[in-house]
């Protein structure tokens, strides 16, 4: 497939990243391409970054069949700009297309239109370190019906933000609650899937636990409410007696990127990593026998998030005296290394798509 490209007559101002908040700006392209069901996939072009027209009846606006990723671009140490796992991140979009019922994209011509984009977009790669591009493919249904079905018409769209570093005040431990009432996902929903509707599903939750003063949710599983699962936008990992512990993949929870390279670089480390069933009471008699080193939880946006306190049933747990942990702020030296070309990819993580 061709793809086509429509210049853009004027080229937007860069804004100053340090002072950008996360996704409000965006660069002067995006990647599209379009389903129906004559013609699949189909027509895929790279378009000035502008508003969609949209029918009121829109069917995603209605009922939420929708799915999404996130990546980042980095401007490499040695002049280059790359992406860091972009093939890992495609093919979790078409598990989540498989989960929703979206026809799978052809990702071979996602994987060059993400490329050429980046390239065309590459003078918005910020520069600063922490600073990077991120990277939003999404697909929803587009068909001007309101009615319950699969849709027959898609559209699947690259968006590109600058964004400044998440921690730009320095590495924080977040305060986070464990959510004992209310549930996102469960086993044989949609967990699994990068979707709109866990986020919808997460957002009251969220409200009564920033209303309370924490920073974020800890989602127990659906059933038993005493499963962890993960948090909110994030994968969740325990360092316990030497060991990293984290849950499993059961269906309800996302299969994390950043989660799968903090346990790759671990092994290589010589670290021991399970992933498997952990009860949050388990975690808490842990923390009572003081095995319980350090919580931190993984993810694209922040690469790592230690927590500073846990709070269960009214009741605070403070770990590592609040303190980042020294796995967590070694294991985000060390990704960010990668990102930033400061450490040698062994792994094959950096792909590297062009150079200034
Ligand atoms: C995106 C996301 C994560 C983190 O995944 P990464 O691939 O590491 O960015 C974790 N949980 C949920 C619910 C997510 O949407």
């Not at 899937?193 to 920073?215: C, E, I, Q, R």
């Not at 984290?246 to 021991?272: C, D, E, F, M, Y």
């Amino acid at each position: 497939m061709q793809i086509r490209f429509e210049p853009s007559p004027v080229l937007k101002p860069k804004p100053d990243v340090s002072k950008v908040r996360f996704g409000t700006q965006f660069t002067d392209y995006m990647f599209a391409m379009d389903f129906d069901r004559q013609n699949g996939w189909h027509d895929p072009r790279i378009e000035p970054y502008a508003p969609l027209m949209l029918s009121p009846a829109n069917s995603t606006l209605h009922y939420g069949q929708a799915i999404f990723e996130g990546m980042k671009a980095y401007r490499q140490k040695d002049g280059s700009y790359a992406i860091f796992r972009p093939k890992d991140h495609l093919e979790r979009l078409n598990n989540s297309a498989r989960i929703l019922d979206i026809p799978e994209l052809p990702l071979d011509v996602v994987h060059e239109g993400l490329r050429k984009l980046i390239t065309l977009d590459r003078d918005w790669i910020p520069t600063e370190h922490g600073q990077s591009l991120y990277i939003r493919p999404f697909v929803f249904a587009n068909d001007p019906y309101v009615g319950v079905s699969v849709g027959d018409q898609y559209k699947f769209l690259i968006i590109l933000s600058p964004v400044a570093a998440y921690y730009a005040h320095g590495f924080a431990p977040v305060k986070i609650m464990v959510e004992d009432t209310y549930v996102r996902a469960v086993r044989g929903g949609l967990g699994e899937a990068k979707t709109p509707a866990n986020y919808a599903a997460s957002l009251h939750a969220g409200m009564v636990a920033h209303d309370k003063g924490y920073d974020q949710t800890l989602w127990l599983d659906g059933v038993e409410r005493k499963y962890i699962e993960e948090v909110g936008s994030m994968n969740i990992l325990f360092k316990i007696n030497g060991e990293v512990v984290t849950p499993a993949l059961n269906g309800s929870i996302l299969n994390g990127v950043t989660k799968r390279t903090v346990l790759q670089v671990a092994k290589k480390w010589g670290v021991p990593t399970s992933e498997r069933r952990i009860s949050i009471d388990e975690v808490i008699a842990a923390y009572e026998d003081g095995s319980l080193e350090e919580v931190f939880g993984s993810g694209t946006a922040a690469v790592i998030s230690p927590v500073g306190v846990l709070a269960y049933k009214g009741k605070e747990y403070v770990i590592n005296g609040g303190k980042v942990g020294e796995f967590s702020q070694k294991m985000f030296d060390y990704i960010e290394g990668l990102h930033y070309g400061d450490v040698k990819d062994e792994f094959g993580f950096i792909e590297v798509i062009g150079k200034y």
